[in-house]
């Protein structure tokens, strides 16, 4: 069966330092990817999305940025952190092929609190 | 463009009280729905689908209908439970958009004893 991993759940940054978050699919091969936020009491927004590796198209521009360097791995990263940069990342993916395409398939989700 | 706006909560019931949160879109094209629930502090998790119209997904007792004339997906339990409480959001996704979906806001749902 598939299982999607992020770490870490739960991280506190100051402003103005790096950001690294990671997501890892198990149990399937060439997916799309996704990452959102979820700002507190609100809904999704979809920041980046990924069709392939290297392939990376960003829906809102902002501070942050994505990578895929393997198949089944993508990173959600930023230079320097913003408060707004706060909230609840989700990473999912989906089937490209075949059936069940049109279903999502989300992790755990990091918590972040940027102080 | 694709849009999704479901009824504001929050929504607070009693237990065994009957459930409905509304749901309609606005789509270009002809799109599957869905249901997706949200425990505090997890990620999303599916709860029910459909991918043409008069189909009716089901799953714990839920269950929505996809309504094509009115453009609708609302969500309805007979009897909701304390363990039903969380964020449910609905959701539209166009197979030729690279499995993108499109959420509403979602609806808070708390129900007591």
């Known amino acids: 069966s598939q299982t999607i991993h992020q770490w870490p759940a739960t991280l506190v940054q100051p402003v103005g330092s790096p950001l690294s978050l990671e997501c890892t699919v198990e149990?399937?091969?060439?997916?799309?990817l996704y990452w959102y936020r979820q700002a507190a009491g609100r809904g999704l927004q979809l920041l980046f999305y990924?069709?392939?590796?290297?392939?990376i198209s960003s829906e809102v521009p902002q501070n942050l940025s994505a990578s895929r360097p393997q198949d089944r791995q993508f990173i959600l990263s930023s230079k320097k952190l913003l408060l707004s940069d706060s909230g609840f990342y989700l990473c999912?993916?989906?089937?490209?092929?075949?059936?069940?395409?049109?279903?999502?398939?989300f992790g755990p989700g990091t918590r972040l609190t940027v102080l | 463009g694709n849009s999704v706006t479901q009824m504001e909560g929050p929504v607070t019931l009693s237990e065994e009280a009957f459930l409905t949160i509304n749901c309609t879109y606005t789509?270009?094209?002809?799109?599957?729905l869905f249901w997706y629930v949200q425990y505090p502090g997890e990620g999303l998790q599916l709860l029910l689908k459909?991918?043409?119209?008069?189909d009716k997904g089901s799953n714990k007792g839920f269950e929505a209908t996809y309504r094509k004339e009115t453009t609708s997906f609302h969500l309805e339990k007979g009897s909701v439970q304390v363990s039903d409480s969380a964020v449910y959001f609905c959701?539209?996704?166009?197979?030729?958009?690279?499995?993108?979906?499109?959420f509403g806001d979602g609806t808070t749902l708390t129900v007591k004893p």
């Open positions: 459909a991918t043409k119209a008069d």
């Open positions: 959701a539209l996704t166009l197979n030729t958009n690279a499995g993108k979906s499109t």
């Open positions: 990924s069709v392939g590796i290297g392939q």
């Open positions: 999912a993916w989906s089937v490209k092929q075949g059936v069940g395409t049109d279903t999502q398939y």
């Open positions: 789509a270009t094209g002809y799109p599957s």
């Open positions: 149990g399937t091969s060439n997916p799309n």
